[in-house]
């Protein structure tokens, strides 16, 4: 069973459209992490969002925490090409001193 | 540099090679990471290292994988006998501490021949 559920698994969309991934769980997280993988690259953090209710704008992105800290969405606004790769969310599994666990992630194409 | 290094960026053997994969962790971190990446896949968690603590090796595929950190700080992962099915990037991380954000190696892309 996986912890983190993620969806879509692909998404392929046209240059200035927007959109959203999610990542869900059964199980309350004290906090969540999303990370971009390029082709090539080890993924790298975007955000990490603690408090439930949390949102977090990166530029055209904005992330959200759900009230019971057991979801997340991300939602791109006028997708980009630049914006193309593996979106990971991640969390730890229990609290404290413990390792993260990933989602499968949501493989994101943009076309131009 | 300042971040995970990883090395050798491409490995082809032929199969039933030993391969030694190496992880540089960025300075100061106490938290060490083994993922294993098959292509268009996420991320499958094989080992885990939080300083003097014995490793968590629940990921491990196999009795063919082992890991060890020396001196708290690099990390190499030895495949033994390997086989098709290993073929895939393998990933470093490390944190501060376990439950941290992780800064990630570019990988190793692994080819079994």
């Known amino acids: 069973t996986q912890l983190l559920e993620q969806s879509p698994q692909f998404l392929s969309i046209q240059e200035g459209e927007n959109l959203t991934v999610y990542c869900n769980s059964s199980?309350?997280?004290?906090?969540l992490q999303w990370y971009r993988q390029e082709p090539g690259e080890g993924p790298v953090l975007l955000v990490t969002v603690v408090t439930g209710g949390e949102v977090k704008k990166l530029k055209r992105l904005t992330f959200q925490f759900g009230d019971a800290r057991k979801d997340s969405s991300l939602h791109i606004t006028a997708a980009q090409p630049g914006d193309t790769g593996l979106y990971l969310c991640?969390?730890?599994?229990?609290?404290?001193?413990?390792?993260?666990?990933f989602g499968k992630g949501t493989r994101l194409s943009v076309i131009a | 540099g300042a971040g995970v290094s990883q090395s050798p960026s491409n490995k082809v053997t032929e199969k039933g090679k030993d391969v030694e994969l190496r992880c540089d962790p960025i300075s100061g971190h106490t938290a060490l990471y083994w993922y294993r990446q098959s292509l268009g896949q996420g991320l499958e968690f094989l080992i885990y290292?939080?300083?003097?603590?014995?490793?968590?090796k629940s990921g491990l595929p196999s009795d063919r994988f082992s890991a060890e950190r020396t001196g708290g700080s690099v990390s190499t992962l030895t495949i033994q006998r390997t086989q098709q099915e290993d073929s895939a990037v393998y990933l470093c991380?490390?944190?501060?501490?376990?439950?941290?954000?992780?800064?990630f190696g570019d990988g190793t892309r692994l080819s079994i021949l």
């Open positions: 991380a490390s944190s501060v501490i376990g439950s941290q954000p992780q800064h």
């Open positions: 991640a969390g730890p599994v229990y609290s404290g001193n413990t390792p993260l666990v």
């Open positions: 290292f939080q300083g003097n603590s014995a490793p968590d």
């Open positions: 199980s309350v997280f004290s906090s």
